[in-house]
Structure formats: structure tokens, C-alpha cells
């Protein structure tokens, strides 16, 4: 089981002049405890499940960027890009230039988007909810067409490419590996089965239900189920002085057997760091093996 750091929440006690510093503290940290992964939302407003939309929001490939520059070893990506959010070909050539500065340590998430509000806020794009999904899966095309060389052009329904040239091409191998967010049962795993190489699901009772359904896809599809990363959002509270940690141990063996490989969240109290040493000393070695 490997662990990931989401940072989703960037009110911090030392406000924005400090945001900056404390945050490359948090990668570092993070990047040294053992993590395998940091990610950060695609939001340009806070969403309702975390603070008011007035919270500090940070655009999301501006701060991979940043955080690629101070860690050496985690993975990056959004968890996850909304996909009206920027045109497929510009997508692409984002994750492409992250995963060239990062040396190969970038990953494209994915999902249909949701949060209309900021978006008609923003005045960004945002169709009905089955346009998103099919958008998605032209994008998801669209950028696998452009890293593995192929410079034709592309016509789809919504996205019209007329060279889908892409250089420098990503160091990943054969690309970045890209991770779909969401579990609708139809039309979600469908996509994961056919392009995707990892999930991310939310822990509920339903979640071995999902799995289920994602190796019927997989079936359908001619996909290998055991080859994609099963991953789950499981939000990380050590306590004042470390004392859940046996807890959070015994939680993620529960996903462990359930088949989930990585387990991603946020982390109670992160821009203190002591949370950080913690889960690296304590809940990163008691779950490596499982």
C-alpha cells in the first residue's frame, strides 16, 4: 500500500505572503516521508465540502510546476483536471511539460468536472453533464494520440485538431500514466477500462461493489483489471500527538484486502509538517507491505 498527499485546502495560518515557502516545506516533507504521490485539485474556487469559495484557491499546473521544483522523487497531478477546463491538445502539452521538468514524474487526472458554480463564476466552459462525458473521452484520445507520436490531425464530435504535434515528448513511458476520478458505474469505469491506468474512488460502503463493475469493463474491453492501480481517497488525521495512527493502519489494511494498492488524501494540520513525520515514521513502514 503506498500513500499520496493531497492538498486541497491552502488557508494557512501564515496566510498568502507565506503560502509559497510553506508549501515547497510540505512537498519536501512529503517527498522525504516516503509518499508516492502529491496532487492537488483542478478548483479555481474552494469547494463547498472543504471551506467557502472565498478561501485561497491556487491554479492547478502552476502549483505542480512549483512543486516539482522542490521534491525529487513523488509523482504529480491534479486529483482531477475538470476536462472543460482547458482544450485537450493544451492538456496534454501541460502534463508533457510537467513530466519533462519533473524528470517522468507526472500523471494526467482526469474527470468530467462538477463544480458549475465557479465555473459560470469564471466564465469557463461547462456543457450538460452526457457533453462532458463525451468530451472526456475524446480528450482521453486525443492526448494518448498525441504521446505516442501521431501528429494527424483529429476529428471528433466536439474537438477538431489539426496537427497534434507534441514536442518535447514526455520522458514516461509510453506516457504519463493517467488516472480517471470517479465511480458512475456506466459511463466512468467504462473509461477507465478502456484508457485509463489507475482509478480513484471514494471510500463508502459500495466500494468493493465498484470494483465488480470495473472488471466487467475491464472483460468487455479486453483489459487487463489487474493492471490498473486501484486507488481511494482516505483523508489522514494522526491526531495531536500521532494517536490514530493505529487506526489509519488498521483502515488501510481493510482497503488493502479489498484490493486498493494506493490510498490518497488530505492531511489534517499538513502546513504544521509534524503530521507529515509522523505518517513517514509510523503508518508509511506498517503499510508498505500490504
Same mark, same amino acid.
Given at each position: ?111 468530467? !468536472?462538477? +463544480? ?5 463564476? @469564471? %466564465?469557463?466552459?461547462?456543457?450538460? $453533464?452526457? &457533453?462532458?462525458? /463525451? =468530451? ?61 491506468? !489507475?482509478? +480513484? ?5 459500495? @466500494? %468493493?461493489?465498484?470494483?465488480?463493475? $470495473?472488471? &466487467?469493463?475491464? /472483460? =468487455? ?70
Amino acid at each position: 500500500m503506498k500513500l499520496g498527499l493531497h492538498i486541497s485546502d491552502f488557508t494557512w495560518p501564515s496566510g498568502p505572503v507565506r503560502l509559497g515557502p510553506e508549501l515547497a516545506d510540505v512537498a519536501r516533507t512529503a517527498d522525504v516521508a516516503g509518499f508516492d504521490r502529491v496532487s492537488v485539485m483542478d478548483h479555481v474556487w474552494q469547494i463547498e465540502m472543504i471551506g467557502p469559495p472565498e478561501h485561497e484557491m491556487l491554479e492547478a499546473y502552476t502549483t505542480l510546476g512549483y512543486l516539482a521544483a522542490h521534491t525529487s522523487r513523488v509523482r504529480l497531478l491534479t486529483l482531477v483536471t475538470g476536462v472543460t477546463y482547458r482544450e485537450p491538445g493544451l492538456l496534454a502539452k501541460s502534463v508533457t511539460t510537467l513530466d519533462v521538468l519533473s524528470g517522468g514524474r507526472a500523471m494526467l487526472g482526469v474527470g468530467a !468536472a462538477w +463544480n458549475e458554480a465557479e465555473a459560470r463564476g @469564471l %466564465g469557463l466552459f461547462f456543457p450538460p $453533464l452526457a &457533453e462532458r462525458f /463525451e =468530451r472526456l473521452e475524446e480528450t482521453l484520445q486525443i492526448c494518448l494520440q498525441m504521446w505516442r507520436g501521431d501528429d494527424g490531425p483529429y476529428e471528433g464530435a466536439h474537438y477538431r485538431l489539426g496537427r497534434t504535434l507534441n514536442s518535447p515528448q514526455a520522458p514516461s513511458r509510453p506516457h504519463p500514466p493517467i488516472l480517471i476520478g470517479g465511480q458512475g458505474e456506466k459511463k466512468t469505469l467504462r473509461l477507465v477500462a478502456k484508457y485509463a491506468q !489507475a482509478c +480513484n474512488l471514494y471510500a463508502s460502503p459500495e @466500494l %468493493g461493489r465498484k470494483l465488480e463493475v $470495473l472488471r &466487467e469493463h475491464c /472483460e =468487455r474491453e479486453g483489459t487487463d483489471y489487474d493492471a490498473i492501480e486501484k486507488t481511494v481517497l482516505y483523508n489522514f488525521d494522526v491526531g495531536e500527538k500521532g494517536e490514530n495512527t493505529g487506526r489509519i493502519i488498521d483502515d488501510l489494511g481493510r482497503l488493502a484486502e479489498q484490493g486498493f494498492t494506493v490510498a490518497h488524501g488530505s492531511v489534517t494540520g499538513v502546513s504544521r509538517i509534524s503530521p507529515l513525520e509522523t505518517i513517514g515514521s509510523e503508518v508509511i513502514p506498517a503499510v508498505a507491505s500490504l
